[in-house]
C-alpha cells in the first residue's frame, strides 16, 4: 500500500471526531475532523504541478472536489505517495507529510491555543481563529488551524514549522479542558487541565 493511502486510511478512523474545549480566558471551542479536510491537512492543495491538483485548485472547474481528489486516492489513481514525492512543489509540504498522522493531530488536541490569530503579523494567508499548537521535544512546532465559515468550524490546516513564528505576537492561552467523542456521540477522551 502507499504511504499516502496509508495516511489517508489513518486519518479516516478518526474523521467525525467531536472536538469541545474550555480555554483559560473562558472560551470554548467545538469542531468536528472531516474526510475532505485531509487534502488541505496535509497539503496537497500546493503541489500544483500535479494536474488533477492543478484542477481541483481552479474554481471553475467545479466538479474536481475533495470528495473525487479522495476517492483516486483510495483508488490508487492519479494521487500516490510516488506521484506526490516526485512533484517539484513537494518540498513546501515535505516535512508536513512526513509527519503527518492520526497521532500527531490528537496530541494537538490538548496543547495550548492561540485564539483570534492575527495573520497580518507575519503575513499570513491563513484564515484561522484558533490554532492549536505543540512544542515538540525535538524542536519545532506541530500547528492545527481551525478556521470558521458558512458551515461553521472546520479544520483549515495542520503544519510543522521549525520556530514559533507563528505564536509570537499572538494570544495565546491554556486549555483548561477537552472532551473528545467519537462517531457515535461516545466519550472516548476527556480531561481537565486546571
Known amino acids: 500500500m502507499n504511504k499516502l493511502l496509508e495516511k489517508f486510511n489513518e486519518y479516516k478512523s478518526i474523521v467525525n471526531y467531536r472536538f469541545t474545549y474550555e480555554f483559560s480566558n473562558g472560551t470554548s471551542l467545538e469542531y468536528r475532523l472531516r474526510q475532505t479536510e485531509f487534502i488541505h491537512l496535509i497539503g496537497l492543495h ?88 505543540e512544542k515538540k521535544k525535538e524542536g519545532g512546532y506541530n500547528h492545527l488551524c481551525i478556521g470558521y465559515g458558512n458551515t461553521g468550524s472546520y479544520t483549515e490546516s495542520f503544519f510543522y514549522h521549525p520556530t514559533n513564528r507563528y505564536i509570537i505576537g499572538q494570544n495565546t492561552y491554556a486549555v483548561n479542558s477537552l472532551k473528545i467523542y467519537d462517531r457515535q456521540g461516545k466519550i472516548v477522551f476527556t480531561d481537565s487541565f486546571i
Not at 490528537?106 to 491555543?113: E, G, M, N, R
Open 46 to 133: 500546493k503541489l500544483v504541478d500535479i494536474p488533477i491538483i492543478n484542477q481541483y485548485n481552479d474554481v471553475t472547474i467545479p466538479n474536481i472536489s475533495a470528495k473525487y481528489l479522495i476517492s483516486k486516492i483510495k483508488k490508487e489513481e492519479l494521487l500516490t505517495d510516488e506521484i506526490v514525492r516526485k512533484s517539484s512543489e513537494f518540498y513546501k509540504i515535505e516535512k508536513r507529510y512526513n509527519i503527518f498522522s492520526k497521532d500527531n493531530i490528537l496530541t494537538l488536541s490538548y496543547t495550548d491555543v492561540i485564539i483570534d490569530f492575527n495573520p497580518n503579523i507575519i503575513g499570513s494567508s491563513l484564515n484561522a481563529k484558533y490554532i492549536l499548537y
